[in-house]
């Protein structure tokens, strides 16, 4: 897979639930899926996207979600399909859970801040961020406002910076370019610094130029390809990416270079 294009941030659901958890997401934040939430349309839509790989980032939104969603990651776990598990922050134990996860083989897990109710620099979630470190797994993180919410600065990149701070260490990725749709307040704190971000439902907000800006000013190392499907179209998600020109390099790193140097460590 080595010139594969890799996308970091996706989600699919067993098929027994995909077209009731694609509705009720729909639903609750205005919006329309561009596939039905299967693993098998998601690698079709990879297929004619010209993607190798697809991260699914789970979220556990009530503790006990954890046990079904580990199985269910294992079932689907493939080389094109690298399942990120979910820990919910009011787990009786989230740092067993988080050695469950390593045990199993896992390279990460997900967290969403809105849908799992929490801030994302709250003292709670330490214990967590430093087990995840210690396991070298990597944390996709939602960061920024969502669509679906009140916008509470739940993840934004002050607390980005707090959580930063106090873990260096901790292989964080901060969604939707650092924090979605609060881009002015990444482009004070997080642009330039040593931050992984990945690109997801933030091109056709942002705009071309802006983008562009934001990409070239920031390490070329820290900047990863994601889509979000889907809720955001591969396709059309590489073509706008393509269609920034940030040069050859900067391109192949950020389409999977990255990505694969991150998931391999
Ligand atoms: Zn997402």
Redesign the pocket.
Known sequence: MSNEIVDF?A?AFPDALAARAVGQLEHGGGVKAFLDGRVSSLLASMDGAGIGTSVI?SIATKPEQFEPIMKWSKQIASPRIVPFPSIHPRSPDPVGQARQVAEAGFAGIKLHPYYQDFNIDDEALFPLYRALDELGLILVC?TGFDFAFPRERKADPVRVLRVVERVPSLKLVT?HMGAWDDWDEVGKYLIGKPITMDI?LSLDLLGRERAREMLLSHPADRVLFGT?SP?GSQPETVQALRALELGEEREQRLLGKNARGLLEA
């Open positions: 941030h989600h980032c939602h969604s997801s979000d809720w």
